[in-house]
């Protein structure tokens, strides 16, 4: 069933209350109404602290839990308890590398990819100069954006201890092979593997025991919730590991990892994006119904049905971007531009127009309703790759399932307009 544009619009109050043409989706999506409502209602209805012995906090700790399960069937996690939640992806991952450092020798090795965003390079780039293990570094083709084969196959012969790699770029939109990388990784001998998948969350299904990774992390606030992080991790892993906490607080998962009182509203909201995405696989997920089903049930076969139901619209949405962005002479598109890989992509599209900073282009596109981030995103090691970060790095456009046709046409419009 194709997707009832204004029936799902319908459902963001943003689109009621300003006329804006929103491609700033890869930094943050707008926030579904179910969410909202679900952040009020916990607010006013059951607004407690967690473990009380009196009825408030107890319906309280029930929102919370139904959210933990939400998210595991969301992330396809084998139990609730290996969903830890925080501030946001880079927050946990800080948190996570902490305790992992203590697992590093000198001499090990750590992966990490010139692709990814800085929240998935930082953080274990300085647990291994702590450690005195070393970093081996995977390349990307500056021609379409993709992870280098030759680059990781180099790197994983030299047997790291550890890889970090993304799921999606969120500054070229590539999708890398994630299962795949996985599988050679542990024919490499890698014993841990993370998977920062912020960029891939809003686009496609995900299923950590399918993937194999130990470790994953995405961000609500990417996915139509508010602000705030998710982390996968293998329960045997989150058990044994040692969590920087404080003394009365759990020693089991999820608990030990979640450090002082949690963003309870955001949970509920989180809980309430889910509900969005439940509602898109109930509505529109038919015709992935029966693949679907022979694996899946329940929340979990709904959502990953909306997901799928959105996806196959946004690859319309990546061909026609594709169309236009490549038919504008002095528009120059970073990343896979060829249509007949649509798949290997999130629409997450960056671009420069010849002659022109970055900043002004997005400040342009603002003064006709366009929202569009300029810079590097936090891809600082993409836009030095591409040489782009001392000029100011790129303008990222980025429509996601409820934006329009109509609008990736104004946007060509625009973009044509601006560059003359």
């Known amino acids: 069933m194709m997707l009832d544009l204004n029936a799902i619009r319908a459902q963001f ?20 109404r179910q969410s909202a409502d679900r952040m009020l209602g916990y607010l006013l209805d059951t607004n407690s602290n967690k473990g009380g012995a009196f009825a408030l906090s107890r319906e309280s700790d029930a929102v919370l839990d139904e959210a933990r399960q939400a998210a595991a069937d969301f992330l396809g996690a084998g139990r609730k308890e290996e969903i830890v939640f925080g501030p946001n992806m880079t927050s946990l991952t800080l948190h996570l590398s902490r305790s992992l450092a203590h697992t590093l020798n000198p001499g090990d090795r750590v992966l990490v990819t010139r692709l990814d965003h800085d929240a998935n390079i930082s953080p274990w780039t300085r647990v291994a100069e702590e450690r005195g293990a070393e970093v081996v570094w995977v390349d990307f083709d500056v021609e379409d954006g993709t992870l280098n084969a030759d680059s990781l196959r180099a790197a994983l012969d030299r047997a790291p201890k550890l890889a970090a790699i993304g799921y999606a770029s969120n500054a070229l939109g590539t999708i890398n092979p994630v ?53 996968y991790g293998r329960y045997d892993l989150l058990d044994g590991l040692t969590a920087y906490k404080v003394r009365p607080a759990s020693n089991k998962p999820p608990y030990k990892w979640e450090t002082g009182t949690g963003n309870h509203e955001g949970i509920a909201g989180m809980l309430g994006a889910l509900e969005y995405l439940g509602w898109l696989g109930e509505t529109y997920g038919a015709a992935q119904e029966a693949q679907l089903a022979e694996r899946y049930s329940g929340r979990g076969l709904q959502l990953r049905k909306g997901l799928a ?14 169309d236009m962005l490549t038919s504008l002479p002095k528009v120059r598109l970073y990343g896979l531009a060829d249509p007949r890989r649509i798949e290997e992509r999130v629409p997450t599209f960056s671009i420069n127009i010849e002659g022109m ?18 810079g590097n995103y ?13 000029s100011g790095g790129m303008v990222r456009l980025g429509p996601v399932h409820y934006n329009t046709m109509d609008e990736v046409h104004k946007v060509g419009e625009a973009l044509a307009e601006i560059s003359g």
């Open 13 to 32: 109050p943003a689109f009621e209350k300003r006329p804006a043409i929103y491609f700033d989706n890869p930094a943050g999506t707008q926030v579904a």
């Open 179 to 231: 299962k795949d990388i996985i599988r050679q990784a542990r024919a490499a001998g890698v014993e841990t593997i993370f998977i920062d998948a912020v960029q891939y969350a809003p686009h496609g299904p995900i299923d950590v025991q399918d993937l194999g990774c130990d470790f994953l992390a995405c961000s609500a606030y990417k996915f139509f919730g508010p602000h705030l992080g998710l982390l």
């Open 309 to 322: 139901a959105l996806r196959a619209y946004e690859f319309e949405l990546s061909r026609a971007m594709l």
């Open 357 to 374: 900073r970055p900043h002004d282009v997005a400040v342009e596109l603002d003064r006709r309703g366009i929202y569009a981030w300029d």
């Open 378 to 390: 936090y891809a600082l090691a993409v836009t030095q790759r591409l040489g782009v970060e001392d």
